[in-house]
C-alpha cells in the first residue's frame, strides 16, 4: 500500500467529493490523503466533471481513477436535477458492488457517507470485506432530518472497522450516535502546496486592479456561497464599518445556490462598489486574494432547520497558511480550525454586532492582526498532507493485513 509500512494492500475508494473541481474542504481533505499514498495502490471510484480537467488531476495522482457520469460531485449538487439525482441513487450503489466484485480490494473506503455505501455494508454484512468511512459534520447532523439515511448512516457506523473524524467536534457527533471511540480517529484537515503559494509579483499586481483593491483594506471569505458560511451577515454591517472605515472592500470567492440571493442583498444596499464577487478562482488568483486581505473572515452558523454546520472549515487554514488572521463562527469544529484568540477570533456568527466588533478590532490594531496571522502560519506548518497521509497509512496497515489473512 504505502512505502511507509511496505505493505501491498489495494484501497477501493468511493467518493463524489474529489478534484476537478477542487473546491471544498472535503474535496481538498481526500486528495491530500490519498495523492500521497504509493502509486497504484488505490482505485478511486469519482464523479466526472470535464475529460479534460479530470485527465491532469488522474495522472498528476498516479492511481486508477475510474469517474462515472451518474455521480454529483458536491458542489454541483445545487444544480443537480431531480432525474440526476435519482439515478446516483440507484447506479452508483449498482455500479459499486460491481466494482468491488471486479476490483477484489483489501479495503473499501467511503469517502463521505452517502448512498455508495450501502455496496461497502452489503459487502461487509455478506463477505467480511472491512471498510472505513470519512467524517465531516454536516452530513451527519442533517441526517437527522431524514430518517432512512439516519438508519443507513448508524448501520454503517456500527460495522465500520475505522471511522476518521476531520475535528473533535465530529469525534463528538459520533461519540453521541453510539460510535465506540477507539475506532474514531481525528485527522484534521491539512493544506495542499497549491494553497499554501506565495502569489508573484505579477498575480498580485493583476488582482489588485481586476478587484479595485489599491489602498483598500480586504476583507475575503473563500467557500461555497451557501447560508450556513454567513455572507449574508458581513454584507449586513458593511455600511457600519464603511462609516469607520470608508476604504473597506469585501472579497468573495466561491459559488452556490445562495449567490442570487447574496447579490440581491448587495443591491439593497447599495454595494456594488465595496463587495466583489470573485467565482471560482484559480489556485494563482486565490493565492494573490490571500496574500491581499487584512482579515480572512467567515461567520459560519449552524442551521436551525437542517442542522447543517461545518466541520473543520479549511479555508480558516488557509488562510493562516498566508499568515492572515480569521474570525468564524462559534459553530461546528472551528476550534480547531481557529485558536481563538491566538491565530484569530471566534465570534457568535449569527451576531453582527460581535462580527463588526471583532472586524474592526483587527483592522484598528494591525499589529495584533500580524501576530495572530504568525502564529496562523506556525500551526498550520505541522497540519501537512503527507504527515495525515502517513497517519492513514500507518492505521490501515495495522488492520488490513489481519483482517484479510483472517479470511484466508
Same mark, same amino acid.
Given at each position: 500500500?504505502?512505502?511507509?509500512?511496505?505493505?501491498?494492500?489495494?484501497?477501493?475508494?468511493?467518493?463524489?467529493?474529489?478534484?476537478?473541481?477542487?473546491?471544498?474542504?472535503?474535496?481538498?481533505?481526500?486528495?491530500?490523503?490519498?495523492?500521497?499514498?504509493?502509486?497504484?495502490?488505490?482505485?478511486?471510484?469519482?464523479?466526472?466533471?470535464?475529460?479534460?480537467?479530470?485527465?491532469?488531476?488522474?495522472?498528476?495522482?498516479?492511481?486508477?481513477?475510474?469517474?462515472?457520469?451518474?455521480?454529483?460531485?458536491?458542489?454541483?449538487?445545487?444544480?443537480?436535477?431531480?432525474?440526476?439525482?435519482?439515478?446516483?441513487?440507484?447506479?452508483?450503489?449498482?455500479?459499486?458492488?460491481?466494482?468491488?466484485?471486479?476490483?477484489?480490494?483489501?479495503?473499501?473506503?467511503?469517502?463521505?457517507?452517502?448512498?455508495?455505501?450501502?455496496?461497502?455494508?452489503?459487502?461487509?454484512?455478506?463477505?467480511?470485506?472491512?471498510?472505513?468511512?470519512?467524517?465531516?459534520?454536516?452530513?451527519?447532523?442533517?441526517?437527522?432530518?431524514?430518517?432512512?439515511?439516519?438508519?443507513?448512516?448508524?448501520?454503517?457506523?456500527?460495522?465500520?472497522?475505522?471511522?476518521?473524524?476531520?475535528?473533535?467536534?465530529?469525534?463528538?457527533?459520533?461519540?453521541?450516535?453510539?460510535?465506540?471511540?477507539?475506532?474514531?480517529?481525528?485527522?484534521? !484537515?491539512?493544506? $495542499?502546496? @497549491?494553497?499554501?503559494? *506565495? #502569489?508573484?509579483?505579477?498575480?498580485?499586481?493583476? %488582482?489588485?486592479?481586476?478587484?479595485?483593491?489599491?489602498?483598500?483594506?480586504?476583507?475575503?471569505?473563500?467557500?461555497?456561497?451557501?447560508?450556513?458560511?454567513?455572507?449574508?451577515?458581513?454584507?449586513?454591517?458593511?455600511?457600519?464599518?464603511?462609516?469607520?472605515?470608508?476604504?473597506?472592500?469585501?472579497?468573495?470567492?466561491?459559488?452556490?445556490?445562495?449567490?442570487?440571493?447574496?447579490?440581491?442583498?448587495?443591491?439593497?444596499?447599495?454595494?456594488?462598489?465595496?463587495?466583489?464577487?470573485?467565482?471560482?478562482?484559480?489556485?494563482?488568483?486565490?493565492?494573490?486574494?490571500?496574500?491581499?486581505?487584512?482579515?480572512?473572515?467567515?461567520?459560519?452558523?449552524?442551521?436551525?432547520?437542517?442542522?447543517?454546520?461545518?466541520?473543520?472549515?479549511?479555508?480558516?487554514?488557509?488562510?493562516?497558511?498566508?499568515?492572515? !488572521?480569521?474570525? $468564524?463562527? @462559534?459553530?461546528?469544529? *472551528? #476550534?480547531?480550525?481557529?485558536?481563538?484568540?491566538? %491565530?484569530?477570533?471566534?465570534?457568535?456568527?449569527?451576531?453582527?454586532?460581535?462580527?463588526?466588533?471583532?472586524?474592526?478590532?483587527?483592522?484598528?490594531?494591525?499589529?495584533?492582526?500580524?501576530?495572530?496571522?504568525?502564529?496562523?502560519?506556525?500551526?498550520?506548518?505541522?497540519?501537512?498532507?503527507?504527515?495525515?497521509?502517513?497517519?492513514?497509512?500507518?492505521?490501515?496497515?495495522?488492520?488490513?493485513?489481519?483482517?484479510?489473512?483472517?479470511?484466508?
Amino acid at each position: 500500500m504505502a512505502e511507509t509500512n511496505g505493505a501491498n494492500n489495494k484501497i477501493l475508494l468511493f467518493t463524489a467529493s474529489f478534484p476537478p473541481p477542487a473546491a471544498g474542504g472535503s474535496v481538498e481533505y481526500l486528495y491530500n490523503i490519498f495523492s500521497h499514498f504509493q502509486p497504484g495502490t488505490v482505485v478511486i471510484n469519482t464523479g466526472n466533471s470535464g475529460k479534460e480537467m479530470s485527465d491532469v488531476i488522474d495522472q498528476k495522482l498516479q492511481q486508477h481513477v475510474i469517474r462515472s457520469s451518474h455521480i454529483i460531485h458536491v458542489v454541483n449538487g445545487h444544480r443537480a436535477t431531480k432525474l440526476h439525482r435519482l439515478a446516483q441513487n440507484i447506479l452508483w450503489p449498482l455500479n459499486a458492488c460491481r466494482l468491488i466484485a471486479k476490483e477484489k480490494p483489501d479495503l473499501v473506503a467511503i469517502g463521505e457517507f452517502s448512498i455508495v455505501s450501502i455496496a461497502a455494508l452489503a459487502f461487509r454484512i455478506f463477505f467480511k470485506l472491512p471498510y472505513v468511512l470519512f467524517t465531516y459534520a454536516e452530513e451527519i447532523t442533517y441526517i437527522d432530518t431524514r430518517p432512512l439515511y439516519k438508519k443507513l448512516l448508524n448501520s454503517v457506523l456500527k460495522n465500520a472497522i475505522a471511522v476518521f473524524a476531520v475535528s473533535e467536534y465530529t469525534r463528538q457527533l459520533l461519540i453521541e450516535r453510539g460510535t465506540a471511540p477507539q475506532i474514531i480517529h481525528k485527522v484534521l !484537515p491539512s493544506v $495542499g502546496e @497549491n494553497k499554501c503559494l *506565495v #502569489a508573484s509579483k505579477e498575480d498580485i499586481e493583476r %488582482t489588485l486592479i481586476k478587484y479595485g483593491l489599491v489602498g483598500k483594506k480586504v476583507l475575503l471569505t473563500v467557500g461555497r456561497i451557501v447560508e450556513r458560511k454567513g455572507h449574508e451577515t458581513v454584507i449586513q454591517v458593511l455600511p457600519d464599518l464603511l462609516k469607520q472605515n470608508p476604504n473597506i472592500k469585501y472579497v468573495i470567492v466561491g459559488i452556490g445556490p445562495y449567490e442570487n440571493i447574496l447579490r440581491r442583498k448587495i443591491t439593497n444596499r447599495g454595494l456594488h462598489e465595496q463587495v466583489a464577487l470573485a467565482g471560482c478562482a484559480d489556485d494563482s488568483e486565490l493565492s494573490a486574494l490571500y496574500d491581499l486581505c487584512d482579515v480572512f473572515v467567515m461567520p459560519h452558523r449552524e442551521l436551525p432547520n437542517t442542522n447543517d454546520t461545518e466541520g473543520c472549515p479549511t479555508v480558516f487554514l488557509e488562510a493562516s497558511a498566508h499568515g492572515k !488572521p480569521c474570525i $468564524g463562527g @462559534n459553530a461546528g469544529g *472551528v #476550534a480547531d480550525a481557529i485558536l481563538h484568540g491566538k %491565530t484569530g477570533l471566534i465570534i457568535d456568527g449569527t451576531n453582527p454586532a460581535e462580527l463588526s466588533g471583532a472586524i474592526m478590532y483587527l483592522l484598528n490594531y494591525p499589529e495584533v492582526a500580524k501576530q495572530m496571522g504568525e502564529s496562523g502560519r506556525e500551526y498550520v506548518s505541522t497540519l501537512t498532507p503527507e504527515a495525515n497521509s502517513k497517519a492513514v497509512q500507518i492505521y490501515l496497515s495495522s488492520v488490513i493485513t489481519p483482517i484479510s489473512k483472517s479470511l484466508i
